[in-house]
């Protein structure tokens, strides 16, 4: 199948379905699916008859150049109509570009101190407020799952839920570790320091996903326990799973019910078997790639913050921003997001094209 004949049937199908959305239906389930389908097709839809009236345009535009009196009219157009075409043509092809699964999901963000002591956990602490700023700017909703902290202000590790539309397609990107420059408070000489944060980016994985036996499965409670050691309850409500086939570790303290603690270390455990089994399809597509954004691997440094430069560098894409402060506030991290998601889909389509 060509491209026009590829473009002439996903507009024929957008409209079949417009058209099926415009009966009544008995049946709410084939309703439900039809109409993802149709809103997931329409814009691409939408943009190749934009492109084409604007071929359809461009065709009358050359005709009338042989026009004395409209041939100045015709050039201007056509000159605008020359910078347009090109860009909705990209666009088309960004739309066809084959769509993530999971980009559409919520997403569990996982931020653990690294090299660095104190300074680290500090580190680890503004990169979760970074992402709390980040969904509140965006609308998505924030829901603290787990922390541990150090009681001087730092995060050894924390665990969040993040929901709204699109949330694991714009913050699928950070996983990786994040570097931190900066001359701690209690350092006299004024000496920057160097020490990291670990992030990763889960997408939330439902029952139908990952099906986890109870024989798999070793769970112990214990009593809650905050910074130092002090306790926080009197009676057995955190709770440890081992997921014994892998080796995979959840502990969930924060809430006094241990029902709840399970529930929420059952929804980690979940996530993070899901991103096991993407991260083995993402490692056999990429043999046939020549390259990628980033591989999601939480080894692999992928960006820095330095404080004395008021920079952030993210290493993958070669991008340097003077905006240390709105990047770490949340409002300034959206034009990096969209720096990398440009990359990857600039990288798919050179892919595409030399297939």
């Known amino acids: 199948m060509s491209l026009e004949q590829k473009l002439d049937h996903l507009v024929t199908h ?24 149709y809103s997931d097709l329409m814009p691409l839809a939408e943009k190749i008859l934009e492109w084409r009236k604007g071929l359809e345009e461009e065709k009358n535009l050359k005709e009338l150049l042989s026009d004395p009196e409209l041939k100045e009219m015709a050039q201007d157009d056509l000159q605008r109509l020359h910078e347009e075409l090109p860009n909705l043509f990209k666009e088309i092809q960004i739309l066809l570009l084959p769509k993530d699964a999971d980009d559409d999901r919520n997403a569990i963000i996982e931020i653990r101190a690294g090299t660095g002591g104190e300074e680290a956990a500090l580190f680890g602490a503004d990169l979760l407020r970074m992402y709390q700023r980040y969904a509140e700017n965006k609308g998505w909703r924030f829901e603290l799952m787990h922390e541990s902290d150090t009681g001087l202000g730092g995060v050894k590790d924390a665990s969040a839920l993040i929901s709204g539309k699109g949330v694991f397609a714009k913050l ?7 570097r931190v420059q900066r001359v701690p408070e209690t350092e006299t000489s004024g000496r920057i320091h160097t020490s990291a944060a670990t992030v990763a980016v889960l997408p939330e994985a439902e ?9 798999d499965l070793r769970i112990d409670v214990f009593r809650s326990s905050g910074p130092g050691g002090q306790s926080v309850n009197t009676t057995d409500s ?49 043999e046939t790639r020549k390259s990628q954004v980033g591989s999601g691997d939480r080894s692999e440094r992928i960006r820095t913050y330095n404080f004395p430069q008021g920079r952030v560098t ?35 389509l050179a892919d595409l094209g030399d297939a």
Request: proline content about 2%.
């Open 172 to 178: 699928k990107f950070e996983s990786g570790v994040h």
């Open 14 to 37: 957008c409209e079949d379905l417009r058209q099926q959305l415009s009966r009544p239906f008995d049946d709410q389930a084939l309703f439900a699916k039809i109409s993802k389908e």
């Open 238 to 286: 955190a709770v440890r799973i081992t997921h014994i086939p892998t080796g995979v570790v959840v502990q969930q303290q924060d809430e006094k019910s241990q029902h709840k603690n399970k529930a929420k270390a059952l929804k980690i455990l979940r996530s993070r078997l899901y991103e096991h089994q993407r991260a083995q399809k993402d490692a056999e597509r990429a």
């Open 207 to 215: 029952e139908v996903d990952i099906h986890i036996e109870e024989k």
């Open 314 to 348: 993210d290493h993958r894409i070669n991008l340097t921003l003077y905006k240390l402060d709105r990047i770490l506030e949340g409002a300034g991290l959206e034009e990096m997001i969209l720096a990398l998601t440009e990359e990857d889909q600039a990288t798919r």
